[in-house]
């Protein structure tokens, strides 16, 4: 697979496969996979070259088993024999009440989440760790401190911040220095309203997560006829219309890293293939007019 890099000279940097498997469906979808299944689906992202894993402890049913997916994420490492090279990436700042998602970013709780997180993946410090949503109770700087403190504590080695501002993303820069490496907003074919965060991420070195990169778990069975011009590409090449997709978030810039969801090992290996897949600037003219 096509490999790119997170980090910088100031913090070290980390060379990933350029599709990672965002972790969240295999807790959150209904109905989700089985253990043994959801494991099955880590093993596949692995058997295709993914190295970047993304999960947060806020993914899961309900509050009552808060930190289901980081479990699921580290057990199935485990089963994998603990792979070298794998950069699992998650996430505090979100919390749940009941089934419901409330946010907290004061440093109290990112401290007290970022420790919890180190014991459910079984790690002494985490490879990424990122700052889940803006909390409009806490100043974003509070919260960006909280990061920093992290970092300096030795519980993070890198930080990143999720559903953030060019302003916010500036701000973090200031305050975590090289430690803060990545941006995970929203992006896809029919949600293109973060073009400005990923451009300026790629002017300052920073990885661009996009979340969601085919619009959703119910939007991805329907992007074959939501995304006709993605889809007429996909006809000609001969594969899918989410290894086009995924390419087409790739040829964005250099620093740009999709990290699909995934319920089925199948999905992941048809995923995975999108990093290989070359489109043509003609190609990639229409699919931006698209």
């Given at each position: 697979?096509?490999?790119?890099?997170?980090?910088?000279?100031?913090?070290?940097?980390v060379?990933?496969?350029?599709?990672?498997?965002?972790?969240?469906?295999?807790?959150?979808?209904?109905p989700?996979?089985?253990?043994?299944?959801?494991?099955?689906?880590?093993?596949?992202?692995?058997?295709?070259?993914?190295?970047?894993?993304?999960?947060?402890?806020?993914?899961?049913?309900?509050?009552?088993?808060?930190?289901?997916?980081?479990?699921?994420?580290?057990?199935?490492?485990?089963?994998?024999?603990?792979?070298?090279?794998?950069?699992?990436?998650?996430?505090?700042?979100?919390?749940?009440?009941?089934?419901?998602?409330?946010?907290?970013?004061?440093?109290?709780?990112?401290?007290?989440?970022?420790?919890?997180?180190?014991?459910?993946?079984?790690?002494?410090?985490?490879?990424?760790?990122?700052?889940?949503?803006?909390?409009?109770?806490?100043?974003w700087?509070?919260?960006?401190?909280?990061?920093?403190?992290?970092?300096?504590?030795?519980?993070?080695?890198?930080a990143?911040?999720?559903?953030?501002?060019?302003?916010?993303?500036?701000a973090?820069?200031?305050?975590?220095?090289?430690?803060?490496?990545?941006?995970?907003?929203?992006?896809?074919?029919?949600?293109?309203?973060?073009?400005?965060?990923?451009?300026?991420?790629?002017?300052?070195?920073?990885?661009?997560?996009?979340?969601?990169?085919?619009?959703?778990?119910?939007?991805a069975?329907?992007?074959g006829?939501?995304?006709?011009?993605?889809?007429?590409?996909?006809?000609?090449?001969?594969?899918?219309?989410?290894?086009?997709?995924?390419?087409?978030?790739?040829?964005?810039?250099?620093?740009?890293?999709?990290?699909?969801?995934?319920?089925?090992?199948?999905?992941?290996?048809d995923?995975?293939?999108?990093?290989?897949?070359?489109?043509?600037?003609?190609?990639?003219?229409?699919?931006?007019?698209?």
């Open positions: 697979m096509q490999q790119r890099t997170i980090g910088n000279a100031g913090v070290g940097t060379t990933v496969g350029a599709i990672g498997l965002g972790a969240m469906p295999l807790s959150t979808k209904d989700r996979p089985a253990p043994a299944e959801a494991e099955a689906v880590v093993h596949a992202a692995l058997d295709a070259g993914v190295t970047l894993i993304d999960t947060a402890d806020a993914y899961a049913r309900d509050e009552a088993e808060f930190g289901h997916n980081e479990e699921l994420v580290a057990r199935a490492l485990r089963s994998a024999g603990s792979p070298d090279g794998v950069l699992v990436a998650t996430k505090g700042g979100h919390t749940r009440r009941g089934t419901e998602w409330e946010l907290d970013g004061s440093p109290s709780y990112l401290r007290r989440a970022c420790e919890a997180s180190l014991r459910r993946l079984g790690v002494e410090a985490i490879g990424l760790y990122q700052f889940h949503r803006p909390d409009p109770a806490t100043p700087e509070e919260s960006m401190g909280a990061l920093r403190e992290l970092v300096d504590a030795g519980l993070v080695r890198m990143g911040i999720s559903n953030a501002d060019v302003g916010q993303i500036d973090a820069r200031a305050i975590v220095g090289d430690a803060l490496v990545s941006v995970q907003n929203q992006f896809s074919p029919g949600w293109r309203s973060s073009a400005g965060e990923l451009a300026h991420c790629a002017a300052t070195g920073l990885a661009f997560l996009p979340w969601s990169p085919f619009g959703g778990v119910s939007a069975k329907e992007l006829s939501t995304a006709a011009e993605f889809a007429a590409v996909a006809d000609e090449l001969g594969v899918s219309v989410h290894q086009v997709t995924l390419a087409w978030h790739l040829a964005q810039a250099e620093v740009v890293l999709p990290i699909p969801g995934a319920s089925r090992p199948g999905s992941v290996t995923s995975a293939a999108g990093a290989d897949l070359e489109l043509s600037p003609e190609q990639l003219a229409r699919l931006a007019a698209s």
